[in-house]
């Protein structure tokens, strides 16, 4: 882990720390996330909801969901917040499967250097 902090250290958004951390959660089918990005609120969160508990992390509820950005690989980052304190970031990938990658804030963060609700 060590080793990865160093990699990542003064890189702005780490595509790298995503691709590297991927093993973090199982990867889901999901839509692309401009698709995401159309939803009401209410599916939204619930299908952040769903992301989540896909990936064996607890969520009993999302209650925020909020659009970071995406990166140069156009793959979209939301942070989402859970009614029991869980707090993640949902990446989603512009690939043919929407693939998504779900990352516990408190790595993210550690990774990054990034406050997990800072817009990108």
């Avoid at 990865?4 to 991927?22: P, T």
């Avoid at 401009?34 to 009401?40: A, D, I, L, N, Q």
């Avoid at 992390?57 to 917040?81: I, L």
């Avoid at 963060?109 to 406050?115: F, G, N, S």
Wanted: hydrophobic share 40%; net charge positive.
């Amino acid at each position: 882990m060590d080793r990865l902090i160093r990699v990542c250290q003064g890189m702005k958004i780490s595509v790298l720390a995503f691709l590297v951390l991927s093993a973090v959660a199982p990867i889901v089918s999901a839509q692309n996330y401009k698709r995401v990005e159309g939803y009401s609120e209410e599916r939204r969160l619930r299908t952040m909801q769903t992301f989540i508990n896909s990936a064996s992390f607890p969520c009993a509820k999302a209650t925020y969901a909020f659009f970071k950005g995406h990166d140069r690989a156009e793959a979209g980052y939301w942070y989402t917040t859970c009614s029991d304190g869980g707090n993640f970031i949902v990446q989603i990938a512009d690939d043919a499967n929407g693939s998504v990658t779900i990352l516990e804030c408190g790595t993210y963060e550690r990774v990054t250097r990034e406050r997990c609700s800072a817009k990108f």
